[in-house]
């Protein structure tokens, strides 16, 4: 990583509040090259601290723009960090109408050209996405990274109408602790209290609304870009990693925008920017790239952004399994078009009689996080325990020829027979060496019930055959000769799919079904970045501790009761010293917890603690919540609480219990 010191401009750093129509201010943090004309904005916008949370990334890239010759803006969500008002839904109309009057005030700033663009990771893609699809007037291009046009499917809510257990209750439990946190008296002054009471009066969390919808309804349609790519008039540079659960939007906007209005860039990574270098790697000189981007659509600038090849990805070459990798084997690849015209569908025939196929109820353990940081145990280790509980189909690559690469997203028919009215099947590609480990390569799922659609619930046909057709996540993958291509069924993958009241599995019969590989065929491609590159570090400080942490991912089992309990850290953040005084600390805890008497047994709990302290300030405030999900056949049981201190006094104190019926998960 090169860290840039000097900049074609010199920069200022300003903090102020932006005003919307109904008088509510939000909170900004704004990076200005010092320039005689005026130049365009680019904006992230999200909820996550700008003073705190996202801060030290902020400092990595914000200021380094500025240096190049943009006014760089980071605005916190109305309700959240330093911003006025109450938190409401995610990504709510309320939200995206906030978003577009900070485009409008930011173009009609004297320091701003006219000319906007947004950017974001995450939650802050996923904003300038769906504010991409209300085409502001300003607004001529967006980076969106790791970020979704389809938050049914493609979010951390359901997968093939399955509800997802870890990726919804996770999310939900990290969403509550983090609305839950006060504005900071530095910023604001002396009415922080009142503004954080008004604001926790106003928290619900948000599983009650996430489980209330469990098909494809108005509410995701609402929120999904997937519903209206012709609204989108912005142009889109899409950006994913394999090993990030949001890739699958990269592969769906190339297709789908205009190709004069989108590039889309899937490398090796997690859940990241692909500057930072965190595992897994090769990181890119990310921030120059965007720079392209930028000064081409907001500048007129006649480079060649737009005669690079539609699409670039990373082709992983075959690696032993592990939960973290420095760097992945590969190489990029280029394609003019989506689909490509280098990539061919191959179907693959099982062979054999009829299995019943009815997995324990702990398959699925070794998953690995759904939405990977690049911590050291987020990737699946090795597959050989999951396959064990697994129907396998094996298809050798033959030792003479070369390797069979994949670019794409594989696709799977399975003729099964339910053994029962709810139920859902599981389907892992691992690529098997000759030593018998198993790596995972991608996966896909189905609940029975949306076998039809994820907009309506089916029964299942109890006892009759029929074909399940699903797509596996995309993936670009080489198995080498000698290797054996893997297709794995189950019939639960717990924590990260919530199990259906009934375990009688189903009946897969081989002769009937088949896996569809992208099989790309090989080119010779000149796909070139620059070193990876950012402004100086915040200088976040971390204190040290004599403490062993935690284990990242535990699995314990308690024999007597036939119980398997997965603790995981997520390693938000631990304790942090910020320059301006902040003292920050989290600890996190989630368990996901099943026994092998049934699926009725699955039960999810996180507690979050955290503490804000200012020493100068006297100021000392500490949020604790707990987040828990059961079930039975009928409905699923939700428990949060939240408690809040100031100078160990409790000022606010909440629980809430619901029961949300199991309508399709």
């Known amino acids: ?216 309804d108005d509410y995701w349609r609402n929120g999904s870009v997937r519903e209206e790519y012709g609204a989108v008039r912005a142009a889109v540079l899409a950006v994913g990693g394999w090993h990030d659960p949001y890739r699958d939007t990269v592969l769906r906007l190339v297709e789908q925008l205009p190709p004069d209005r989108v590039r889309g860039i899937i490398g090796p990574w997690s859940h990241q920017y692909p500057d930072r270098g965190l595992p897994p790697g090769p990181a890119i000189g990310f921030l120059q790239e965007t720079l392209r981007w930028w000064d081409h659509h907001l500048k007129g600038a006649r480079n060649d952004v737009m005669a690079e090849p539609l699409l670039r990805s990373w082709i992983s070459e075959s690696h032993p399994p592990a939960t973290v990798y420095e760097e992945l084997p590969g190489r990029w690849v280029a394609d003019p078009a989506w689909p490509s015209p280098h990539v061919i569908p ?161 009946t897969l019969d081989p002769a ?12 010779v491609d000149a796909v070139r970045w620059d070193e990876p590159e950012q402004s100086a570090p915040l200088g976040v400080s971390v204190p040290a501790t004599l403490e062993e942490p935690r284990p990242e991912r535990l699995v314990v089992r308690d024999v007597a009761k036939g119980e398997w309990r997965l603790e995981v850290d997520p390693r938000y953040g631990g304790t942090r010293v910020y320059p301006d005084g902040l003292e920050c600390g989290e600890d996190v805890l989630e368990t996901y917890t099943i026994e092998e008497s049934g699926p009725l047994s699955a039960r999810t709990r996180s507690e979050w603690s955290i503490r804000l302290h200012r020493p100068d300030l006297a100021w000392d405030v500490t949020v604790d919540t707990r987040s828990e999900i059961s079930c039975d056949a009928e409905v699923f049981r939700t428990s949060d609480e939240v408690v809040c201190k100031e100078g160990g006094e409790v000022l606010f104190h909440r629980t809430w219990e619901k029961r949300i019926p199991r309508t399709a998960g």
């Open 346 to 506: 191959v179907t693959y025939a099982f062979q054999g009689e009829p299995v019943l196929v009815r997995s324990p109820q702990r398959t699925g353990l070794d998953a690995g996080r759904f939405r990977p940081f690049g911590n050291d145990a987020d990737l699946p280790p090795d597959q050989r325990a999951e396959d064990a509980h697994s129907a396998c189909f094996d298809f050798a690559v033959p030792k003479g020829g070369g390797p069979v690469e994949i670019l794409g997203r594989p696709r799977v028919s399975l003729s099964l027979r339910p053994g029962a009215a709810t139920g859902q099947v599981i389907a892992r590609l691992c690529d098997v060496a000759p030593d018998g480990s198993s790596t995972l390569v991608t996966r896909g799922a189905l609940n029975f019930s949306a076998r039809h659609g994820g907009d309506r619930a089916v029964p299942a046909r109890v006892g009759e055959s029929e074909d399940h057709v699903f797509e596996l996540n995309g993936i670009g993958h080489a198995f080498p000769p000698g290797h054996r291509v893997r297709l794995a069924v189950s019939s639960t993958y717990w924590p990260w799919i919530w199990p259906r009241p009934d375990a009688a599995g189903f």
């Open 1 to 216: 990583m090169r860290i840039r010191t000097a900049f074609p401009y010199e920069t200022t750093r300003t903090d102020l509040r932006i005003p919307l129509p109904d008088g509510t201010r939000l909170y900004a943090r704004v990076w200005r090259p010092v320039a005689d004309e005026p130049v365009p904005a680019l904006l992230e916008y999200l909820p996550h601290r700008l003073t705190d949370g996202t801060a030290p990334r902020d400092w990595q890239r914000h200021p380094w723009y500025a240096g190049h010759g943009y006014a760089s803006v980071r605005v916190d969500v109305r309700g959240h960090g330093n911003s006025e008002g109450l938190p409401g839904d995610a990504y709510d109309a309320t939200e995206l109408a906030d978003g577009v009057a900070v485009i409008d005030w930011l173009a009609e700033q004297p320091w701003c050209s006219g000319g906007v663009g947004m950017f974001g990771i995450s939650w802050g893609g996923f904003d300038a996405l769906r504010i991409a699809a209300l085409a502001p007037g300003p607004l001529k291009a967006v980076v969106a990274v790791c970020s979704t046009d389809d938050r049914y499917d493609n979010d951390v809510h359901y997968l093939g109408g399955s509800v997802l257990a870890a990726g919804m209750h996770a999310s939900a439990a990290t969403l509550l602790a983090s609305v839950s946190r006060p504005p900071d008296p530095l910023y604001v002054g002396e009415e922080w209290r009142e503004m954080w009471l008004r604001r926790l009066e106003a928290v619900q969390p948000f599983i009650h609304t996430w489980l209330a919808h469990q098909t494809r």
């Open 512 to 523: 009937a079904s088949h896996l569809v590989l992208p099989i790309r065929r090989p080119t």
